[in-house]
């Protein structure tokens, strides 16, 4: 990413609030933690952050505090990428290898399991790794034809609250690179950032974001109904499948709950109207801006 065409879009957008009483202190704010920074931060210090994650097939569209950018990736992120990483390891894939445990009569022998383009499956176990009096006593009077062994995944961290910040995480920064502070810098959207960043605590309600099939394209749309008036910002994760994502980001005018409590109502038999978020420059543009802010404050449909 050109940090510096970033900067200035950034900067430029904070200048623009002050026509909305919204005096933003500081050159730039980390869109995550608010904090603070100056112009030469955002060339030295401030760290480019894939949207959704490197491993998921993201992109570098915006820039996050050092602190901010660890900790979601060592908090959150992973909890994300193992989920995914469970599923299709379930799936047995081809050309494919993994670390497993091998289990019987309460002996472990550690191994890998690998998966051949033709689907044949081999144990692959490397003597160095495992106690040479059980790999003995696996060789001579375990791993005998027809024996069955247990075969167990080694553990992989994943928790659903963790999971679920992270799937938000990636919606608010994608949304924050189109809109910057114009909407976000609201402090309705403090719960959503502290959910991202404090993902253990209830800040927000479950489940602002379903993963089903999703037959539009990636994009960030205006919902149609008042009742979960926000945008749906609807994108890809990708490992060796694709999984589309649609996270709800409702607007100030609609409490979490109440949107929380709309979406569980739909269904994927259920029709819903949305609208594209129209493509214009809500950094920079003052027009643009004051129609996005109109519709973020109001209930009339059309942006
Ligand atoms: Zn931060």
Request: glycine share 4%; with cysteine; charged share 25%.
């Given at each position: 990413m050109d940090r510096k065409v970033y900067y200035i879009n950034m900067h430029n957008n904070i200048n623009k609030l002050v026509a909305y009483n919204i005096n933003i202190e500081g050159?730039?704010?980390?869109?995550?933690?608010?904090?603070?920074?100056?112009?030469?931060?955002?060339?030295?210090?401030?760290?480019?952050?894939?949207?959704?994650?490197?491993?998921?097939?993201?992109?570098?569209?915006?820039?996050?505090?050092?602190?901010?950018?660890?900790?979601?990736?060592?908090?959150?992120?992973?909890?994300?990428?193992?989920?995914?990483?469970?599923?299709?390891?379930?799936?047995?894939?081809?050309d494919e290898k993994r670390k497993i445990h091998i289990e019987k009569n309460g002996k472990i022998l550690n191994a890998d399991l690998q998966v051949d383009e033709d689907r044949t499956i081999k144990l692959l176990v490397n003597t160095k790794k495992n106690n040479p009096k059980v790999w003995a006593d696996f060789h001579d009077n375990i791993l005998l034809p027809n024996e069955l062994v247990n075969i167990e995944d080694l553990p992989l961290k994943r928790d659903e609250r963790r999971i679920s910040a992270a799937l938000i995480k990636n919606a608010y920064l994608l949304l924050f690179a189109r809109t910057g502070y114009s909407l976000l810098y609201d402090t309705y959207y403090d719960d959503l950032r502290k959910q991202i960043l404090d993902p253990d605590v209830f800040h927000l309600p479950d489940r602002l974001w379903t993963i089903q099939n999703i037959s539009i394209p990636d994009g960030i749309y205006l919902t149609q109904d008042n009742k979960y008036r926000g945008f749906f910002v609807i994108y890809t994760l990708e490992l060796k499948f694709k999984y589309r994502v649609c996270v709800l980001i409702p607007t100030p005018m609609i409490p979490y709950l109440a949107a929380t409590k709309e979406l569980e109502k739909i269904d994927a038999h259920t029709r819903i109207k949305i609208l594209s978020l129209p493509d214009l420059d809500y950094l920079n543009n003052d027009e643009a801006i004051k129609r996005l802010r109109e519709w973020c404050y109001s209930w009339k449909m059309k942006l």
């Open positions: 050159d730039y704010l980390c869109p995550l933690c608010l904090n603070t920074y100056k112009e030469q931060d955002v060339r030295n210090v401030l760290t480019e952050e894939d949207v959704p994650q490197h491993s998921l097939g993201g992109k570098r569209i915006v820039l996050t505090c050092k602190n901010c950018n660890s900790t979601c990736g060592s908090e959150i992120d992973i909890h994300l990428l193992n989920a995914i990483k469970l599923r299709e390891q379930h799936l047995f894939l081809p």
